[in-house]
């Protein structure tokens, strides 16, 4: 355990950012963009268990986790993207509008990049005899919130937000895109975040060894660096 929070605090980038980064505010990228080299692109699933049911067998806890690996990794430290409420890791994998997402951004920067789906949530699978009652966002919280925020003005800011693709009404091609994502979650919040608490952990604990190898490389590779060339 002290292991998992040292890299969390220190060797991780955890990108823990709400549905909002999903629409529509990744980089903009050329179509001319060459094709993404990868030595790796995948999924596995962490902190999976098994649970009874009326005398059968089930898996719950468990997370989606899809990653992606450079060709030429640059950073020893990979960057682990958790998508926020209503959503799935989609956010991060490309924008409403077409465009490539924060996940190809940083793999082209030379990051491993780890996409999740949140336990009970998309890929993740909802066995409702664990996770209890869920609810399905509606669109109207979307437009509050990040479609049409200068509509509604629900703060000071509100009237500056000019970057989401499209109209942002409810009908609009681009919004319909982004609504349609929408996914069904656990109701009980406390109960989401100790399930999200647990699936994260186990995941660094997974991926850390892996972290640490690469970083004790970059270090090794920075001393001899440092050292110079030996006397002949």
């Given amino acids: 355990?002290?292991?998992?929070?040292?890299?969390?605090?220190?060797?991780?980038?955890?990108?823990?950012?709400?549905?909002?980064?999903?629409?529509?505010?990744?980089?903009?990228?050329?179509?001319?963009?060459?094709?993404?080299?990868?030595?790796?692109?995948?999924?596995?699933?962490?902190?999976?268990?098994?649970?009874?049911?009326?005398?059968?067998?089930?898996?719950?806890?468990?997370?989606?986790?899809?990653?992606?690996?450079?060709?030429?990794?640059?950073?020893?430290?990979?960057?682990?993207?958790?998508?926020?409420?209503?959503?799935?890791?989609?956010?991060?994998?490309?924008?409403?509008?077409?465009?490539?997402?924060?996940?190809?951004?940083?793999?082209?920067?030379?990051?491993?990049?780890y996409v999740v789906d949140q336990p009970g949530r998309g890929r993740s699978g909802y066995l409702a005899e664990s996770y209890g009652p869920w609810k399905v966002p509606d669109g109207d919280g979307g437009q509050r919130r990040y479609l049409s925020q200068a509509k509604y003005k629900l703060w000071p800011q509100a009237h500056l937000h000019t970057q989401w693709p499209g109209s942002g009404a409810p009908d609009d091609a681009v919004t319909l895109q982004m609504t349609s994502g929408y996914l069904p979650e656990i109701e009980n919040f406390t109960k989401q975040q100790f399930l999200n608490r647990d699936a994260l952990v186990a995941l660094i604990d997974q991926i850390g060894e892996e972290v640490m190898k690469r970083a004790n490389e970059a270090l090794e590779k920075a001393r001899k660096g440092r050292a110079g060339p030996k006397e002949k």
């Fill in 1 to 113: 355990m002290n292991r998992t929070f040292r890299l969390r605090g220190r060797h991780l980038v955890l990108a823990a950012l709400a549905a909002v980064v999903g629409g529509g505010a990744a980089p903009q990228t050329s179509s001319a963009d060459p094709p993404l080299a990868l030595a790796r692109d995948g999924y596995f699933y962490v902190n999976a268990k098994t649970t009874t049911v009326d005398g059968k067998t089930f898996v719950t806890d468990q997370m989606y986790v899809e990653v992606r690996i450079p060709a030429r990794q640059t950073h020893p430290y990979p960057i682990v993207m958790v998508h926020g409420g209503t959503m799935s890791g989609v956010n991060f994998t490309g924008t409403p509008d077409g465009r490539e997402g924060w996940a190809q951004y940083f793999v082209r920067q030379g990051y491993a990049v």
